[in-house]
């Protein structure tokens, strides 16, 4: 039966790692979109497409990833130095599952610009996604030591290092993320997960009971069943031990 269990909540925990990743996506993308006039240098050469930029910063915004992907390869094509193009093109490929090609956008990005921490961040997501849990540590590092209040940092270090199996670090990072942003119902989840396969069943469900309350008060009803459901068979379980025992 905890064979069971543990096997689901791996499974689940990818699937659920994309709700929150998709709101730290879209962070990202606004902290791009605003500041691109603050990038051009004074003597630059013309644009032939200025508005190719701010089209992939709409179409990403849309859903439009194809789209988002097309405009911003223009706008690295007429200027190559942009550093923000090449780390929203990374954004992009996270969001349409091309984990190696959003590695190398954000690489690109980097070298033009090492302090920025957004293309750390989507970077370490693309290599979350190929289970490059190290990397995918090292680079939300990063963005820490540039951004040290970044809770999206903190929640994506806490999924590698479960990833890794160090759960306590895990609960540690996801302990940092809900002291800074408490309104985050996928920490505690993920938390329960982690302290769930460190065997702290108890700690798990006061958790997934959280999670659940905060899901249920945003509407998000997919993710309150899917809390209720684990809440339901760490219960279970846990009722199994006893009859056994």
């Given amino acids: 039966m905890q064979r069971l269990l543990k096997q689901q909540v791996a499974n689940l925990q990818q699937n659920w790692h994309r709700i929150l990743l ?4 879209l962070l990202t993308l606004l902290s ?22 701010q089209q992939g910063v709409e179409a990403t915004m849309a859903g439009k990833y194809p789209e988002a992907l097309d405009a911003f390869t223009k706008a690295i094509q007429m200027r190559t130095q942009t550093a923000a193009a090449y780390a929203n093109r990374c954004l992009v490929e996270v969001l349409l599952n091309q984990p190696a090609a959003a590695i190398e956008d954000c690489t690109q990005a980097l070298q033009r610009q090492p302090a920025n921490g957004e293309a750390y961040l989507n970077r370490g ?8 849990y190290q990397s995918a540590i ?3 590092t990063h963005v820490l030591q540039l951004q040290p209040d970044d809770f999206r940092a903190y929640f994506n270090r806490g999924l590698a290092w479960t990833g890794l199996g160090h759960y306590f670090a895990a609960i540690q990072d996801f302990d940092r993320a809900l002291q800074i942003n408490p309104d985050i119902p ?20 006061i958790d997934l009971q959280q999670a659940a309350q905060d899901f ?26 006893v009859a056994i025992g």
Avoid at 37 to 47: I, L, S
Avoid at 125 to 132: D, S
Avoid at 188 to 205: C, E, F, K, V
Avoid at 217 to 239: E, H, V, W
């Fill in 22 to 25: 998709t709101m730290s996506l």
């Fill in 138 to 140: 090292e680079d939300a």
């Fill in 125 to 132: 997501l693309a290599h979350y996604y190929l289970e490059h």
């Fill in 186 to 205: 996928e920490a505690y989840r993920d938390r329960a997960l982690a302290y769930y396969s460190a065997g702290n069943p108890q700690q798990a469900l």
């Fill in 216 to 241: 249920r008060q945003q509407g998000n009803t997919s993710a309150y069943q899917q809390a209720l459901n684990l809440i339901r068979q760490i219960q279970q379980a846990q009722a199994a031990e």
């Fill in 32 to 53: 791009f979109s605003l500041p691109t006039v603050a990038w051009a240098t004074p003597g630059a050469p013309p644009a032939p497409d200025p508005d190719a930029f």
